[in-house]
């Protein structure tokens, strides 16, 4: 197991509550991250049950799990259910005398079937709390992020009833190169454009192939993304028919493809899949509640939000794959890879390295470095009048809000590839004092410039008061 120290503990908390009567718990993230792994494993440490769910009638689930309670209670010929009432009965009354864990994973596949499981569980959790029962400690697990999440939302039935809402996340960027066994960041930053922080990824969906220099980048895209051979090959397509809300499939692709070409407003998007923009939002709401889309609010302009993709692997497929997925499927990566390079410089990894220095600001960015703990991290737009033009910046740091003018920490320009001089300081100035004459506190601004290429002798000798230079070794350090 890597870096689930925190989740694990947290696991470990849940099951030792000292509480007599049966608690519950429950458990997402999306695929590939390692959640069955974790919960098979705290079962098999503590002595628990774990049930895993599949796409069946309740039939045979019914039976499955009369095998698995029949050899936990020592019964001889498995345990004969008829409605689901009576299997939430039998594993909340499981003798016990200390906490005992029992896992029911993929719970959104029973649920599938079987509408009223939720409600069941409601009553079966009330009535225990009232008449008392054995500590079990029930964890539902799922993938499926939208209905993972109404589950204790609302006026949804098990709201109020969970002492455990443990999401698992991706691993960060850092994590993902120590993960991928990557010392380079250059080439950490490549890789993690690509395949983003999803551990499976690396294990079982290309067995263990990582790059192995940036020499070797180009070889490996080819070999362990752009093979047909590879589960990681159509890992992207399946990513979106696993999600139970998303029905029509060729409406959502289009959405994630428009805003992995760039078109990142609801307008945008509105007209790259020809609708009208009232037309989207139901798409991208569920997308947002499936997890792929995330809407990034202008810190410089509330009402101006942008949509980014979440997950790598779906930006690059939608970038580089969807449009050649023909000439992949007959062995043509070579041609694909060579013709498509400059695409996935300026469509993938640009974008990408923008995100990541919002992360590295938010995250991994030291107090000393901006003054002040950061409140909000995001890109902004400011227009300019004067000079009839607008400037888009990637890296806005906001503090705290404290009642007087919102405070700027920092600005920021990332550029991947580009050395970078005093023209893009200067340019960072401007905007500092256009936000200053708007109101902003900009008198403790530091102005940051990101970039893999370097620096230029002048901005390199510049005061450091003033100006960040981050280069990749910043970033993962």
């Given at each position: 197991?890597?870096?689930?120290?925190?989740?694990?503990?947290?696991?470990?908390?849940?099951?030792?509550?000292?509480?007599?009567?049966?608690?519950?718990?429950?458990?997402?993230?999306?695929?590939?991250?390692?959640?069955?792994?974790?919960?098979g494993s705290l079962c098999e440490a503590t002595g628990g049950v774990y049930i895993e769910g599949t796409e069946a009638v309740p039939a045979e689930h019914f039976h499955l799990i009369g095998e698995l309670l029949a050899a936990r209670v020592g019964s001889p010929a498995p345990l004969r259910f008829t409605s689901w009432r009576a299997i939430i009965d039998a594993i909340l009354d499981l003798e016990t005398s200390t906490p005992l864990p029992v896992v029911i994973d993929e719970f959104p596949y029973l649920v599938?079937?079987?509408?009223?499981?939720?409600?069941?569980?409601?009553?079966?959790?009330?009535?225990?709390?009232?008449?008392?029962?054995?500590?079990?400690?029930?964890?539902?697990?799922?993938?499926?992020?939208?209905?993972?999440?109404?589950?204790?939302?609302?006026?949804?039935?098990l709201r109020g009833r969970a002492g455990l809402e443990l999401v698992v996340p991706t691993l960060d960027y850092q994590v993902a190169a120590e993960f991928w066994q990557i010392s380079d960041p250059r080439l950490a930053l490549l890789t993690h454009a690509v395949v983003g922080g999803t551990p499976a990824y690396r294990r079982e969906y290309v067995r263990d192939d990582a790059p192995r220099s940036l020499a070797d980048f180009d070889d490996w895209v080819e070999r362990a993304v752009l093979n047909p051979a590879r589960p990681l090959f159509r890992e992207a397509r399946y990513l979106l028919a696993e999600e139970p809300d998303l029905r029509d499939s060729a409406l959502y692709h289009s959405v994630l493809a428009a805003v992995a070409e760039g078109n990142a407003s609801r307008g945008g998007i509105a007209g790259y899949i020809g609708r009208k923009a009232t037309e989207i939002s139901h798409p991208l709401t569920v997308l947002e509640d499936a997890g792929l889309l995330a809407k990034s609010p202008d810190m410089l302009r509330a009402a101006r939000p942008l949509y980014r993709v979440t997950e790598p692997l779906v930006t690059f497929y939608h970038t580089i794959m969807r449009p050649a997925w023909r000439e992949l499927e007959r062995r043509r990566a070579d041609r694909v890879w060579a013709r498509s390079k400059g695409r996935f410089m300026s469509g993938v990894v640009g974008p990408h390295f923008e995100e990541i220095c919002r992360t590295w600001a938010a995250d991994f960015a030291d107090a000393e470095m901006f003054g002040d703990i950061p409140g909000e991290v995001g890109h902004g737009v400011v227009n300019d009048q004067e000079r009839r033009t607008s400037h888009e910046i990637d890296v806005v740091v906001l503090a705290q809000p404290d009642g007087g003018p919102r405070r700027v920490l920092c600005l920021g320009e990332a550029k991947w590839g580009e050395v970078m001089g005093s023209g893009h300081v200067e340019r960072l100035r401007r905007v500092r004092d256009l936000l200053s004459q708007r109101g902003y506190d900009t008198r403790s601004t530091r102005l940051a410039c990101f970039s893999t290429a370097g620096f230029t002798p002048d901005l390199l000798a510049s005061s450091r008061d003033e100006v960040i230079l981050a280069g990749p070794e910043l970033l993962y350090s």
């Open positions: 197991m890597f870096d689930r120290e925190a989740e694990w503990a947290e696991l470990v908390n849940f099951i030792q509550d000292d509480s007599p009567f049966p608690t519950l718990g429950v458990v997402s993230g999306r695929r590939r991250q390692g959640k069955t792994l974790l919960l599938k079937g079987s509408r009223e499981l939720p409600s069941i569980l409601q009553a079966a959790l009330d009535l225990r709390r009232r008449r008392g029962g054995s500590p079990i400690r029930l964890i539902l697990c799922g993938s499926a992020l939208s209905f993972m999440g109404s589950l204790l939302s609302g006026d949804a039935p």
